[in-house]
């Protein structure tokens, strides 16, 4: 379903949180879960249809999220706004965090963005959305040992014309606590193919795994789904059956359950 511009004058809540047990040990995010747009912006000149592409929020992703939130019993955070309004996942000074050009799709209510216009939808969106995972994170360590944290995003199937292989891929900096028994646990599963950094690279400086996670010490991991995959209901309890015993094992290793500061390799 569409969910573009809301209607005039209603609310717009930045943020959806989803209540569990803070010493669960994991922590869930979603940086594009939605391809809404706040009123005031109404479509921002782009066709309905650029909405529901990748362009417009990580398709499937809030559906797996909001799963396997329920089955582990664990909080996760998740934004309500689409990526072409501002991006989540992109440090305050990024230059790609208001794209006026996305994956061919012009953006005309971006194109006069200004350094004020910049730094309000920050304060509105962008930082309401960390500091959901900030005062989350600070609860579940004064709750008990330190979570794991899990973000969950999708790729497409196809790339400027190029079919990707992977069912699912792990992105990730320098710390490997998550990583190695995420990566060993997927490949473990019969008939995956599973990417290690790719089609991306999980080093980005300011992103926010590198906020929240690598900063804090934190073991994680960025799951990227493919996206054909997690589309409808069936794909995403699927691959929440896949994910979520892999989740509960790593979260119960006590190597992961610590602070512990590596080196990122945006420093």
Partial sequence: MTETALAAGEAFE?????????KSGILLLCDHARNTVPAPYGDLGVPPEQFERHIGY????RA???????????PACLSTFSRLLIDPNRGE??????????????????????AQER??????????YH??????????????????????????????GVPRPWHVTVLWDSDPRAVTPLLAGLRGQEG????????????????????????????????ELRQDLIADEAGA?????????????????????????FKSRCD
């Fill in 58 to 61: 990580d398709i499937g992703a």
């Fill in 131 to 160: 500091n959901l995972i900030d005062g989350t994170l600070d609860q579940m360590l004064a709750a008990g040992a330190p979570p794991v944290i899990f973000s969950i995003h999708s790729f497409t199937p196809v790339w400027r």
């Fill in 237 to 261: 309890l699927d691959w929440a059956d896949r994910l979520e015993p892999v989740m509960r094992e790593i979260a119960a290793r006590p190597e992961c359950r610590q602070i512990r500061h």
């Fill in 119 to 128: 730094m309000h939808r920050i304060r509105q969106f962008h930082q309401p």
């Fill in 64 to 74: 797996v999220t909001l799963e396997l939130a329920r089955r582990l019993n664990a």
């Fill in 93 to 114: 000074d990024d230059p790609t965090l208001v794209m006026r050009l996305s994956d061919g799709a012009v953006v005309p209510g971006n194109a006069r963005v200004d």
């Fill in 192 to 223: 995956l193919i599973v990417g290690d950094n790719e089609p991306y690279d999980g080093a980005l400086k300011n992103d926010t795994m590198y906020k929240h996670a690598t900063s804090r010490g934190l073991a994680h991991a960025l799951l």
């Fill in 14 to 22: 930045p943020t959806e949180y989803i209540y569990g047990d803070l």
